[in-house]
């Protein structure tokens, strides 16, 4: 129905993003893909359409497509903490563990109270090797995140850091 209403009306923008928000949905990113890039075209200004595409771009593994467009949106000043958390899970594919390193450590600043950020910038030292830096990572987080789940979240991580390392105590 959506996209007989797209060919009926194929600037209404509306229709677009609610086909995109569908194949999101079904998972099928490649389909949503056309659909996001005529949104975020038409919205030049849009944050959330950029960064829509953006993502649809990283989940078809077009990584260096989505870093420019969550770079861009990092240069025009947009502070959001995703941003950084998708260049960051980029760099982690690319396994280069530094800068993925920056990137979390970025996404702690923008969000301290995030569960993901302190997680991944966890995991990320783990994977440089500094394991005492991912327990004391995991250890700040947990003095920083709100709420319920998100603390779970990251003492869970810690109990598994610690197992990782033998320490079972």
């Known amino acids: 129905v959506l996209e007989n209403a797209i060919h009926i009306s194929p600037e209404y923008i509306p229709f677009?993003?609610?086909?995109?928000n569908l194949y999101a949905r079904m998972d099928s990113a490649s389909r949503a893909l056309p659909h996001a890039r005529f949104v975020a075209e038409r919205l030049p200004n849009d944050g959330f359409a950029a960064r829509r595409l953006g993502i649809l771009y990283f989940s078809l593994d077009s990584l260096d497509i989505a870093d420019s467009i969550f770079?861009?949106?990092?240069?025009a000043g947009e502070g959001v903490p995703l941003n950084h958390y998708y260049l960051g899970r980029a760099?982690?594919?690319?396994k280069n563990w530094k800068k993925a390193a920056e990137l979390f450590?970025?996404?702690?600043?923008?969000?301290?109270?995030?569960?993901?950020?302190?997680?991944n910038l966890s995991a990320t030292y783990r994977q440089m090797?500094?394991?005492?830096?991912?327990?004391?990572?995991?250890?700040?987080?947990?003095q920083?995140?709100?709420?319920?789940?998100?603390?779970?979240?990251?003492?869970?991580?810690?109990?598994?850091?610690?197992?990782?390392?033998?320490?079972?105590?």
């Open 91 to 94: 760099e982690l594919r690319r």
């Open 105 to 119: 450590e970025r996404m702690t600043q923008l969000s301290d109270t995030s569960s993901t950020a302190w997680i």
């Open 129 to 142: 090797g500094e394991n005492d830096r991912a327990i004391e990572t995991l250890r700040r987080g947990t």
């Open 16 to 20: 677009r993003q609610a086909i995109i």
């Open 71 to 75: 770079n861009a949106r990092i240069k």
């Open 144 to 169: 920083r995140v709100q709420g319920e789940t998100a603390a779970l979240e990251v003492y869970y991580a810690l109990g598994a850091a610690y197992e990782q390392m033998g320490k079972i105590d």
